[in-house]
């Protein structure tokens, strides 16, 4: 980790650090820890969104940060063919590879650094496995997958897929050069990066050299969230520890600060993290299990609609998880 990463991070346009004195930096309202757990077919996920309180985390719904993982040969997993309605996922790869098909005609391949960015709105299928390749030899798996909420007016939109690749990712630095930020959508002091979203929203992958410390402005409309992906650091100004793991949640204010720890282990030399904020739509929901919906009726229409098959069906010759 990570799989994108520049040779001189000097080249790259830098975050001017906000003025202390005309920004207020936002407050660290809470840090709690992901618990394990299973998805799929079986593989390892942190439930990285646990118990905390909803409308923090208002547009998103769920994230899992799933390994990181050295599965053995015959070990990798993925997910068998299921639905999705009223919201998008999008499956960050930093390392590993995985393929997903879609009952709409996306689908592609995502490895080490690629983003699939896929708006479910008025329903799908769709599968997400390891190639066969890989649960042969086995190998280092690790990503996350982040469900963004949509607002009622957009529920019912057609589906869409995007790829977003590794060399698509806009690159910035903090301004001392301590930290590389990569953008994968949205905007970060005025660069803004690939992702093209529904809901109004910022993703950034960001890592800080031991010791090292940045404060990013960050817009006064979206909540904002910190994860940490590896390492050893702390957020806001009352530097708060935060690990691997852990979420961080931050009150109102225009600007983040992080800061890594100068030790950290042999095995993660820098501390990792995912920046996420957007702008809450502050509706009803009614979500469960792939369905996220603004009432219980539209929620109990996206089960009828996908036991009826009108959500689509599974294409002739789609992909199949592979189990060796």
Excluded: C
């Excluded at 920046?275 to 809450?280: A, K, R, S, T």
Aim: zero cysteines; charged letters at 15%.
């Amino acid at each position: 980790m990570p799989a994108v990463t520049v040779d001189d991070i000097t080249v790259l346009p830098h975050i001017r650090r906000p003025d202390a004195g005309l920004v207020r930096p936002r407050p660290v309202l809470s840090v709690t820890t992901a618990p394990a757990g299973m998805e799929g077919e079986g593989f390892p996920v942190r439930r990285a969104f646990a118990g905390v309180d909803a409308a923090a985390l208002d547009p998103f719904i769920m994230m899992d940060q799933m390994g990181e993982v050295e599965y053995a040969a015959g070990e990798p997993k993925g997910t068998s063919w299921h639905p999705h309605r009223g919201f998008e996922t999008v499956t960050y790869i930093i390392d590993g590879t995985f393929i997903h098909q879609d009952s709409h005609g996306g689908g592609g391949v995502i490895t080490n650094g690629d983003t699939q960015w896929m708006t479910a709105g008025s329903g799908l299928l769709h599968i997400e496995t390891p190639p066969e390749a890989l649960v042969m030899s086995g190998g280092l798996f690790h990503g996350l997958q982040l469900w963004v909420n949509l607002p009622a007016r957009g529920k019912m939109n057609d589906p869409k897929y995007q790829d977003v690749r590794a060399s698509d990712v806009l690159l910035l630095s903090s301004d001392d050069g301590g930290a590389l930020l990569r953008v994968i959508a949205g905007d970060v002091a005025g660069h803004v990066g690939p992702g093209s979203t529904f809901t109004p929203m910022t993703m950034v992958h960001a890592t800080l050299a031991p010791g090292a410390s940045m404060t990013i402005p960050w817009r006064q409309d979206f909540n904002a969230l910190v994860y940490g992906l590896a390492g050893r650091g702390s957020v806001g100004d009352e530097r708060r520890p935060l690990g691997t793991g852990q979420l961080a949640v931050f009150g109102n204010g225009g600007s983040i600060t992080i800061s890594a720890d100068q030790a950290q282990d042999s095995r993660t030399p820098a501390f990792d993290v995912v920046i996420l904020g957007g702008e809450p739509l502050r509706e009803p929901i009614a979500w469960m299990g792939p369905f996220v919906m603004n009432t219980q009726r539209e929620l109990m229409q996206a089960f009828e609609d996908f036991q009826s098959g009108r959500l689509g069906q599974v294409p002739a010759g789609g992909i199949q998880p592979f189990r060796g």
